[in-house]
T-cell receptor, first 111, second 114 residues
Framework: TQLLEQSPQFLSIQEGENLTVYCNSS?????LQWYRQEPGEGPVLLVT?????EVKKLKRLTFQFGDARKDSSLHITAAQPGDTGLYLC???????????FGQGTELSVKP | DAGVTQSPTHLIKTRGQHVTLRCSPI?????VSWYQQVLGQGPQFIFQ???????GRGNFPDRFSARQFPNYSSELNVNALLLGDSALYLC?????????????FGPGTRLTVT
């Protein structure tokens, strides 16, 4: 059974601080997707990483896929209150579009 | 272009009843997947359909069923509702339904079973 362990589960920081969210598994994924979700809404796709060692940047967000395609990280620089939300990592296997989600990281950025 | 749409947005049902949730994918997308998200957890995979055929099924009881129509829209049916079925039901569409095909989610249907 493929599992994704996401940490930390909760994070409360001040505006301007940096943070990193980790997503780890013992399984290899063909791709890994990061989403951000607001309460009562569907997850919004932030980025997809496919190649081992790949690094993608989206403004102040940096996403990295592990060399072995088993883990990923999301780093936010100079967090802002607008970054508040639930961040989810999701891995896709080779056999289809089934996404395995981590438990999520609830981020709160205080002004 | 419209994103993934789902209906209804909210639903309240009684134990033992059945429910039908609907999803329309992004135009041009041929794959639809359904997920259940319980409060405080990540979404759990229920079904994937591609070109009207079931491509995958998660660890859910036979009370859950789905289908995809020729226009690629989809329905999720749940029979004999239990209190534990209360959740946000998410539909996601993707171009091909493969492991590298990005999935885009709809706003979800909030189901409450009393």
């Amino acid at each position: 059974t493929q599992l994704l362990e996401q940490s930390p589960q909760f994070l409360s920081i001040q505006e301007g601080e940096n943070l990193t969210v980790y997503c780890n598994s013992s399984s290899v994924f063909s791709s890994l997707q990061w989403y951000r979700q607001e309460p009562g809404e569907g997850p919004v796709l932030l980025v997809t990483v496919v190649t081992g060692g790949e690094v993608k940047k989206l403004k102040r967000l940096t996403f990295q896929f592990g060399d072995a395609r088993k883990d990923s990280s999301l780093h936010i620089t100079a967090a802002q209150p607008g970054d508040t939300g639930l961040y989810l990592c999701a891995g896709a296997g080779n056999q289809g579009g089934k996404l395995i989600f981590g438990q999520g990281t609830e981020l709160s950025v205080k002004p | 272009d419209a994103g993934v749409t789902q209906s209804p947005t909210h639903l309240i049902k009684t134990r033992g009843q059945h429910v039908t949730l609907r999803c329309s994918p992004i135009s041009g997308h041929k794959s639809v997947s359904w997920y259940q998200q319980v409060l405080g957890q990540g979404p759990q995979f229920i079904f994937q359909y591609y070109e009207k055929e079931e491509r995958g099924r998660g660890n859910f009881p036979d009370r859950f069923s789905a289908r995809q129509f020729p226009n690629y829209s989809s329905e999720l049916n749940v029979n004999a509702l239990l209190l534990g079925d209360s959740a946000l039901y998410l539909c996601a569409s993707s171009l091909t339904g493969t492991g590298v095909s990005e999935q885009y989610f709809g706003p979800g249907t909030r189901l409450t079973v009393t």
